[in-house]
């Protein structure tokens, strides 16, 4: 590295270190956001060393970043960096229906296959079984973890059954290990939606494997709001290199080659292929396999997360603490207990929390709890889409429900979540159980109903005397 381009680093953490320097909390005027991203003066130098380059695609950090990545997930290196975790889901779904299968003797999905998927989560884990022609089966979840149990996702296959995409809700895991082994047995796709769970963990045998192992795919998201950042960006994790090659043609237009940008004849016959109707000797660069897309990244965003990966540790530890002493806030007090339960982890597994979520108790208003919240500055998410078969997006559309959707329903209607971003610290945690007394109290019909009894139990008295 030269003497300039290290000033020039030098200078940019010296910059980030002025300009970013964390400012006090102050309770009631901070507002304590429900997920933010956790940046430093490393960060900044990645990304200007980076564009210091002025090499705006993928290069040196995207594949340092593609690299580093499967570790994470004890996979090979199969990863593909994309533009955010939405076109992640996308690609893993997409790739399912890629033509190219048929290169490796597999049949590839096609429209009015089934999919199972859960009734309550985000948009974009059911939007890609949509957009390929395929039909989504929706079962419940689990009131108490807020994921699907396993036995109710095998109860719903059906010879019509080709691929279950499912997410592990807020960090917490779903027992993938469990379906995993169920899908080998009978050829069924699996795509683990790994957005908000980086680093959660089942045990299985002993040992403690990361979600993402267990699927034909993993998708992950660096959204700011997620586990690491890259502003904009996530990945796919590929169970193997036959389904990378698929993928990564989806991801790159649909091409045949694999050449990475600004590189040519990697294969060492670019000239020399003879593929589908087209001339022989066609130009390897423009010949396309798959009816695919362009969804890379840049190498500016990779080079964040070369950077953010290196914290990932310590992010993991500090979510899992700040959701201890949340949860232990809440369960060992007298009052809040009163009014929330916590969900809990499923069994066998050890989240990396994205949230902590709780469900009101009767007698709670949930809608103006929140509201009492966010005006005292503390942030809240409900739980994503609710019931997404209420959505008005999808009101119209065909699609299949096993069993009732009475948990999910029950979710929407008295569930939501808190942050345990690794942003947060002793005081902000104070002023948030503080609030949640202060919000559940004031919006309790149950205490509610108890003063008027009371004051009509003083006047009454008050009468009689």
Not at 292 to 311: E, F, H, P, R, W
Not at 371 to 386: I, Q
């Amino acid at each position: 590295m030269n003497a300039d381009r290290e000033n020039i680093l030098e200078a940019s953490r010296a910059y980030y270190r002025k300009q970013f320097a964390a400012k006090p909390f102050e309770a009631g005027k901070t507002y304590i956001p429900v997920t933010t991203k956790v940046m430093d003066e490393d960060d900044l130098a990645s990304l200007v060393d980076a564009s210091l380059d002025m090499w705006l695609t993928a290069g040196r950090f995207s594949r340092e970043f593609e690299a580093a990545l499967p570790k994470y997930f004890e996979r090979k290196p199969n990863a593909l960096l994309v533009n955010s975790g939405s076109s992640a889901n996308l690609l893993a779904m997409s790739s399912l229906g890629a033509p190219m299968w048929q290169d490796y003797d597999k049949v590839p999905m096609k429209p009015g296959d089934e999919v199972i998927t859960a009734a309550a989560g985000f948009p974009t884990t059911l939007n890609p079984i949509l957009q390929n022609g395929w039909k989504p089966v929706f079962v419940d979840v689990d009131y108490e973890t807020l994921n699907v149990r396993a036995e109710d996702v095998i109860a719903a296959v059906t010879p019509k059954t080709r691929a279950i995409s499912l997410a592990h809700t807020l960090g917490n895991a779903y027992r993938a290990d469990i379906l995993s082994a169920f899908c080998e047995k009978q050829g069924i796709y699996l795509v683990e939606d790994c957005c908000d769970a980086f680093g959660t963990t089942i045990r299985l045998d002993g040992k403690d494997r990361p979600v993402g192992s267990f699927g034909d795919y993993a998708t992950l998201s660096f959204y700011p709001a997620h586990h690491i950042t890259t502003g904009e960006g996530g990945a796919v994790i590929s169970r193997d290199s036959k389904f990378k090659r698929v993928a990564e043609s989806m991801r790159d237009w649909g091409r045949d080659c694999w050449c990475e940008p600004g590189v040519d004849n990697t294969c060492g016959k670019r000239f020399g292929w003879n593929l589908g109707q087209l001339p022989a000797g066609y130009d390897h660069k423009y010949t396309y396999s798959n009816i695919g897309y362009n969804l890379k990244a840049t190498d500016m965003q990779a080079a964040i997360g070369v950077s953010q990966l290196k914290k990932l540790p310590a992010f993991i530890a500090a979510r899992k603490t700040n959701w201890k002493i949340i949860r232990e806030g809440i369960v060992n007090s007298p009052v809040l207990s009163k009014f929330f339960s916590v969900v809990e982890a499923t069994k066998g597994t050890d989240p990396s929390w994205f949230g902590l979520a709780l469900h009101c108790l009767e007698g709670v208003n949930r809608e103006k709890l929140v509201s009492f919240l966010e005006e005292h500055k503390v942030g809240t998410r409900m739980l994503f889409g609710g019931n997404l078969t209420k959505q008005p997006a999808y009101k119209d559309l065909d699609f299949r429900v096993v069993g009732s959707l009475q948990n999910t329903d029950r979710i929407m209607a008295n569930t939501f979540w808190i942050g345990v971003h690794p942003a947060l610290d002793d005081q902000r945690i104070t002023y948030m159980l503080e609030q949640l007394e202060a919000g559940a109290k004031k919006v309790s019909s149950r205490l509610q109903s108890q003063a008027v009894s009371t004051t009509i139990v003083q006047e009454s008295t008050e009468q009689l005397t």
